[in-house]
């Protein structure tokens, strides 16, 4: 049992994040996972996931969305790796319009309130003018759009491996395929137990999603649900016309449903077709270890009927690949960056609710800071535990 300044358990994208910057601070850090990551098997890999800057989950999270996009890009230069693209982001609702897209209604609202606040470039477009840049887009007479020419995709796979990387190379210790059984608090340390030894350090952080109930117990049991998640590649008619060159990633909120809207990525000569996907939140994977990973071709079917039929011409139903991931929630979709109420020492950073990859860099910055400093951050505060 060697002594650490810090243990971080799980490292997908907040604990990569998380191993990254601690390290970078100096500290001996530890990392932990069960598996071998960037792996297929809970949040954070389906090959592409949207950043933005301008948040309409709510301004809370616009100083981590901004220290984000500057953290981005000082990985992918230092890496000389393709993190991060520029394609440009396009929101689409009806205006006023009361379903909630990520706990929170009005979305397209908050997001152009978040632009105007903070500076972000963007421009409020009108169906007509959706429809004349990208034809592929019936919008309804009664819809609007948001457009953020700065916002684009990350490469999740990428971006975790090349944390990973750089940590190791700073310092870090890590290892993989390794399973966390306990994380007590004894005489001002933590201990960790896995299958494999145990550890101490002066103070850990759990970055697990949907492990996290099961590994922690308590109120992390009671608040954290896992929703299982399935993403669709479909082959447009021309590919040229949704290239990443032409063609932006979307949002797309058009009914008062639960679960009406989608969103889209389109084409990567490297990876190819037009990622199509929305949420479901009704059918709870409840063992991490044993939902239902494999995404079929009639699940991708059922999406395109419902997403993508009479709404983006030129994508047909010519199925290519689907994939399965999980969302942990929290309450009312937000994220949850707290002490562990059982354990001294111990912080979760968990959930992140389905929307927290492109937030992950800043949040791991801050939790880092948090961690080795005593102090927590000011960003970090409204994340923290809600009374029950």
């Known amino acids: 049992m060697s002594g650490y300044d810090l243990i971080v358990v799980g490292l997908g994208a907040m604990g990569a994040a998380t191993l990254l910057q601690a390290t970078r601070r100096g500290a001996k850090v530890l990392g932990i996972d069960l598996h071998h990551p960037p792996h297929d098997q809970g949040s954070s890999h389906g090959e592409t996931r949207i950043t933005r800057r301008a948040i309409g989950e709510g301004l809370d999270y616009m100083p981590l969305a901004l220290r984000a996009h500057d953290i981005w890009p000082e990985l992918q230069a230092e890496t000389g790796e393709t993190l991060m693209r520029t394609t440009g982001a396009l929101l689409i609702s009806r205006p006023g319009m009361g379903v909630a897209h990520h706990g929170k209604p009005n979305f397209l609202e908050t997001t152009i309130e978040a632009a105007r606040a903070f500076d972000i470039e963007h421009e409020s477009l009108a169906p007509a003018d959706v429809r004349g840049r990208w034809p592929a887009m019936r919008l309804r007479d009664d819809e609007a759009a948001y457009f953020e020419p700065g916002a684009g995709i990350l490469y999740p796979e990428r971006c975790i491996a090349a944390q990973l990387r750089l940590a190791a190379a700073s310092g870090a210790e890590v290892r993989t395929g390794e399973r966390v059984r306990q994380i007590a608090s004894a005489k001002g340390s933590v201990i960790v137990v896995t299958d494999q030894g145990t550890y101490e350090a002066a103070r850990a952080i759990v970055c697990t999603g949907g492990w996290t109930g099961r590994l922690l117990g308590g109120v992390w049991a009671e608040r954290l649900s896992l929703y299982r998640q399935v993403m669709h590649w479909f082959q447009p008619s021309d590919p040229a016309a949704f290239a990443l060159e032409r063609f932006p990633v979307f949002i797309w909120m058009y009914g008062d449903r639960e679960g009406d809207w989608f969103y889209g990525i389109p084409v990567d000569a490297d990876l190819g077709g037009v990622k199509i996907a929305g949420e479901q939140f009704s059918a709870i994977a409840h063992d991490p ?26 994508v047909p ?3 290519l690949r689907s994939a399965a991931c999980a969302y942990t929630l929290a309450p009312e979709s937000r994220f949850i960056v707290a002490e562990d109420p059982r354990r001294d020492g111990v912080i979760v950073v968990s959930a992140c609710s389905g929307h927290g990859f492109k937030h992950s860099p800043a949040v791991g910055e801050a939790a880092a800071a948090w961690a080795l400093t005593g102090e927590r951050p000011p960003v970090l505060a409204p994340f923290d535990l809600q009374p029950a």
């Open 289 to 314: 270890d044993a939902w239902d990973r494999h995404a079929s071709r009639e699940e991708a079917l059922a999406c395109h009927v419902r997403h993508v039929e009479g709404r983006l011409t030129g």
């Open 317 to 319: 139903p010519a199925w």
